[in-house]
């Protein structure tokens, strides 16, 4: 009887506890899943703005054409790259032409005092630093995903749920610094 | 900073029925005293009834309650996209389920607060002193600050206090000022030979009418001063550089003017204490940690990370301020480089946000003069008082245009030859026109006819 009433109250809260564990790591996959949506939100943002930097460019530095096909193509292959490691990448090889673009822009006076210019630097400027913040976060988050889905004993739900490690989102700082060869 | 929180929830709960316990010990004497004896569960009956009406207040009206005075105005995205993009920034650094509300006080005190029953329906408050004083890096950190405080649900506790607070000092002051007047009322107690167990209530009741202000202000204010630390090591974590915050702190201490709508219950929400100077040592009463100590912590540390914080404050001050379990949940950061942008708005940037927040609507002349006309002015143009010329006013409908673009267009251009010493040239209207070594502008308005020329 007291065996019968022992063994009941340990299936019972061994029951609590995967239902918490379990619940914890759905909450952070969820916390994830969110922050990657976020990152992707901000990079289809740039992709968008960048067409109308390109063009209000123009407008006052035509003979730049290198540079502007270079920010062109990077955003292309930015568009079309998939997968967490392939983005990150094409996505810092982008953040390296926008870096170049503007430091020509600096040589032209009348572009910099642009009004539509200032704004879509301001908005370039505010969308890097989002993507940088939400990857950040997002990291932060793959990080104690990953570490609760090994560590024991929530290893133990991780592997009977099918919870899998997660990738960073990361930024090479060589990738940044070199510009893509791109020939014309 | 997960301690944090579950010290916020129950800190939450212990204040409200501390101040319970309070309002109904001071109602049951308020009745004794004021109404005569055997009226004590009257009293008991309008406390709690002042009780459930605080939380009804909290509830539905505690946000008005508390922007009341201070003539905060909720902003829209266009009015100062900057602004908003800085914390939109932080919101994705700190993880926050929804962008906070954003609202611009017209004051030239630098400051900052944060409230909001909820996360998810925050909402941050900047003065226009503020706005024009920091640099982009500057008001990340001060937001980031502010974000921290949501985040670690500190706004939500210091709004319940603040509803708190305020009303037990309001019924405090009701009982003093009853006992002065109305002596008539103790005087029949006393006659009918009132048991010795009423007097012993009368002298509890004396003891929190006195004291329990004071303690419960206490008990409120250390509160705050740790939430200024944690604060501080959270805005360091999310922005990833703790100098931006350090110099915002500095920049603010410097500013020194007091906020004019801050007071003894709103003061701890604060970034930086708005009522009193800066002391160099905390003293019990203080509603933040000493500025300087702050900035020193901040200065100090290695890392941008929560541990890197905890180290220096260990340091610079001794103790601990974050809990282990939240240190060991958090990675290590490294500090980013500076960005390097100025301010975000000039200070006429901010007083036509600002103004067009009040019901004016903001004219700049082009000779340089600023004024304002309320946004029913019935005439469609006005008299530039400085020179006389006629300006159109704009309707109240159109958006706010930034000030570059009532300047008069480039009609000339004059080359710099030498940039060490003073330089002098002829405008087209015959009019000499001098150049500083100090002038870096990209134009320059001609005093005589008004021609904007280019500086190249």
Redesign the interface.
């Known amino acids: 009887m007291i065996i019968g009433i022992g063994l009941a109250v340990i299936i019972v809260i061994a029951l609590l506890w995967v239902a918490g564990a379990y619940n914890g790591l759905v909450r952070l996959r969820n916390?994830l899943e969110?922050?990657w949506a976020?990152i992707d939100v901000?990079l289809k943002r740039r992709h968008d703005l960048i067409p109308n930097l390109v063009e209000t460019v123009k407008g006052y530095a035509a003979h730049e054409r290198q540079t502007l096909e270079k920010v062109i193509q990077a955003r292309n292959m930015a568009v079309q790259a998939k997968g967490v490691a392939a983005r990150a990448e094409a996505e810092n090889i982008l953040t390296g032409t926008l870096k170049s673009l503007f430091a020509v822009a600096e040589a032209y006076?009348n572009l910099?005092?642009d009004?539509t210019f200032l704004?879509l630097q301001?908005?370039l400027?505010?969308t890097e630093?989002?993507v940088a913040?939400?990857r950040?976060?997002y990291n932060?988050?793959v990080?104690?995903f990953n570490t609760r889905i090994e560590v024991f004993p929530t290893n133990l739900i991780a592997g009977l749920f099918h919870f899998t490690r997660r990738e960073f989102f990361e930024v090479k700082a060589e990738a940044e610094r070199a510009a893509p060869q791109v020939q014309f | 900073m997960w301690e944090q929180i579950q010290a916020n929830r129950r800190r939450s709960l212990v204040l409200i029925t501390a101040m319970a316990v309070v309002l109904i010990v001071m109602g049951y004497a308020a009745g004794e005293l004021i109404v005569g004896p055997s009226f004590g569960p009257v009293g008991l009956i309008v406390a709690v009834a002042i009780w459930a009406g605080l939380m009804l207040t909290y509830f539905s009206a505690g946000e008005s309650l508390l922007l009341h005075g201070t003539n905060a105005r909720e902003l829209r995205r266009e009015e100062s996209p900057q602004l908003f993009n800085v914390v939109e920034e932080m919101q994705l650094a700190a993880g926050l389920p929804g962008l906070p509300r954003v609202y611009l006080i017209d004051d030239p005190a630098p400051n900052a607060f944060a409230f909001g029953r909820k996360p998810e329906q925050a909402a941050v408050a900047v003065t226009t002193g503020l706005l024009y004083r920091l640099n982009r890096d500057e008001l990340q950190g001060v937001i980031a600050h502010e974000i921290g405080h949501i985040k670690n649900r500190d706004a939500q506790f210091m709004m319940l206090a603040a509803v708190m607070l305020g009303s037990i000092a309001l019924l405090a002051e009701i009982i003093w000022r009853s006992m002065r007047y109305g002596g008539r009322a103790r005087g029949r107690a006393r006659s009918r030979g009132g048991g010795q167990a009423q007097l012993i209530i009368l002298v509890v009741a004396l003891i929190f009418a006195v004291l329990g202000p004071l303690l419960a202000q206490l008990l409120y204010f250390a509160c705050s001063r740790k939430r200024e630390y944690l604060a501080d090591a959270s805005g360091a974590q999310f922005t990833r550089y703790p100098e931006g915050l350090a110099a915002a702190l500095e920049k603010i201490a410097q500013a020194a003017a007091p906020v004019s709508f801050a007071n003894k219950v709103n003061a701890p929400m604060f970034i930086v204490n708005p009522l009193a100077a800066d002391a160099e040592t905390s003293s019990i009463f203080s509603t933040h940690p000493p500025l300087a100590q702050r900035i020193r912590i901040l200065r100090s540390m290695t890392g941008a990370a929560l541990a890197d914080y905890e180290q220096a404050f260990r340091r610079t001050v001794g103790g601990t301020v974050i809990g282990p379990q939240s240190l060991r949940a958090a990675p290590a950061q490294t500090i980013r480089p500076p960005s390097n942008t100025g301010p975000i708005l000039t200070r006429q940037d901010t007083r036509q946000v600002a103004q067009f927040r009040a019901g004016y609507i903001p004219i700049t002349c082009n000779c340089g003069l600023q004024t304002s006309v309320p946004d029913n002015y019935e005439r469609a143009e006005i008299r530039c008082l400085r020179c006389g010329s006629i300006l159109p006013v704009p309707t109240a409908a159109a958006p706010i245009q930034p000030q570059t673009a009532n300047r008069a267009p480039v009609t000339l251009e004059y080359h710099r030859t030498n940039r060490s010493g003073w330089e002098s040239f002829r405008c087209a209207c015959g009019r000499t026109v001098q150049l500083s070594p100090a002038f870096t502008a990209p134009r320059i308005r001609c005093n005589n006819c008004g021609r904007q020329i280019a500086i190249t």
Request: proline share 4%; aromatic share 8%; hydrophobic share 20%.
């Open positions: 916390q969110n922050a976020q901000q006076p910099k005092a009004q704004r301001e908005e400027t505010s630093n989002k913040f939400s950040q976060f932060d988050s990080m104690s």
